[in-house]
């Protein structure tokens, strides 16, 4: 299925500036085309080879064109969560190795998350770094998993236990790949969209549902990728390392990665947006129920997912038990502490919070029919 994407939106340039000064600054560029133009953004003179990591979910469409412009090797790796494991960072190591890359060699990650995160992490230990670009194709990736310089691949069930903070020279986002992408895959981006304007501006997350429900026809994706980009970037250049701030960006990740790994497991496994919708959802119910969020909060969530095609409940057939261990193996938690982010309002979420454990699994069952 392809969907219709508004023609002529304009181009955005953000910089991302990590405060600590411990990695150069990565340029975040968006708009319409952008793939056709990629050597005016990158200066590819400047490294001795070029590859591109991909799957076969965007070769035909969009990285043969660009690979036979640029005169780069394409390595492919099969698409699926159950590939995003070390095995395939050693893979990519070995392609970039046969292929001769070595210290000035760039590579280019050109699709969803998946793509990004492997190739991120591939590139920071291929000779104990060489530069990467990423090509996020997918809503999700555009606005959340290429942004930031998070890298890495899953280890047994666990998502991202193994990685390293790495920002890419570039992130060009070329929102006309949009079109290609299938309409459960683009709906499950709004999750990490409602994600940043519920932990940081109201009126984004009003205007994201309003232009949704007046017609996806004429919905403005790259004001849309720019906002949370801006949002996503703001916060990482303050905290690049998630000592404090950036902890906020799990929001609904704590409870969404434990149905999304469950999920795993049986014969649907969920979409990672679909998971942080349910995550998100389950969350503000707790938060509500703690006090830290003002009534009507969760409600709101709930709603504005509805309007926007996403679910906000799933089927039960998840074992508490199995879930609360996913939430006790989360990576913000500090030894028995499970360490929630959690909102307090739509635009506004507080990091650290501890919840006692019936109403974690109370949250857990509010999603579950
Ligand atoms: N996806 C959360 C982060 O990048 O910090």
Redesign the pocket.
């Known amino acids: 299925m392809t969907n219709t994407i508004a023609e002529h939106q304009a181009s955005s340039t953000i910089t991302l500036s990590p405060k600590q000064q411990e990695q150069p600054e990565s340029l975040i560029v968006i708009g319409q085309g952008i793939l056709d133009t990629l050597e005016s953004l990158v200066p590819l003179s400047d490294y001795t080879a070029r590859f591109i990591l991909t799957d076969q979910n965007v070769y035909a469409d969009w990285v043969k064109p660009l690979a036979e412009r640029i005169g780069a090797s394409v390595i492919q790796v099969p698409s699926g969560e159950q590939h995003k494991v070390l095995s395939s960072v050693e893979y990519v190591c070995r392609c970039l190795m046969k292929g001769r890359a070595d210290r000035k060699a760039l590579l280019i990650n050109v699709g969803g998350g998946l793509i990004g995160d492997l190739g991120g992490f591939a590139a920071s230990v291929y000779m104990r770094g060489i530069d990467f670009v990423q090509v996020p194709t997918t809503l999700l990736s555009q606005v959340?998993?290429s942004?930031?310089g998070?890298t890495g691949v899953n280890l047994e069930s666990v998502k991202n236990m193994i990685g390293a903070f790495q920002q890419p020279v570039a992130v060009l986002v070329d929102v006309n790949t949009l079109k290609t992408l299938p309409k459960r895959e683009l709906l499950s981006g709004f999750a990490?969209i409602l994600k940043h304007g519920i932990i940081a501006d109201e009126a984004y997350f009003e205007w994201v549902v309003s232009s949704w429900q007046a017609g996806s026809e004429t919905f403005d994706w790259v004001q849309c990728v720019e906002k949370s980009c801006h949002i996503?970037a703001a916060i990482?250049s303050a905290d690049e390392k998630?000592a404090g701030a950036?902890k906020l960006?799990?929001l609904g990740?704590t409870i969404g990665h434990a149905f999304e790994a469950a999920s795993y497991k049986t014969e649907s496994p969920l979409l990672h947006g679909e998971a942080i919708a349910l995550g998100l959802v389950a969350e503000a119910h707790l938060a509500e129920r703690t006090g830290i969020a003002a009534a009507g909060t969760c409600e709101r969530i709930s709603e504005a997912f509805k309007a926007l095609g996403l679910p906000t409940s799933i089927e039960a057939h998840f074992v508490t038990e199995e879930l609360m261990a996913y939430v006790h193996s989360d990576k913000k938690n500090l030894g028995d502490r499970i360490l929630w982010s959690l909102p307090t309002r739509i635009g506004q979420a507080v990091i650290d919070a501890e919840v006692e454990l019936e109403l974690v699994e109370e949250a857990l069952k509010i999603v579950q029919r």
């Open positions: 959340d998993a942004v930031g998070k990490e996503k990482v998630e950036r960006l799990n990740h």
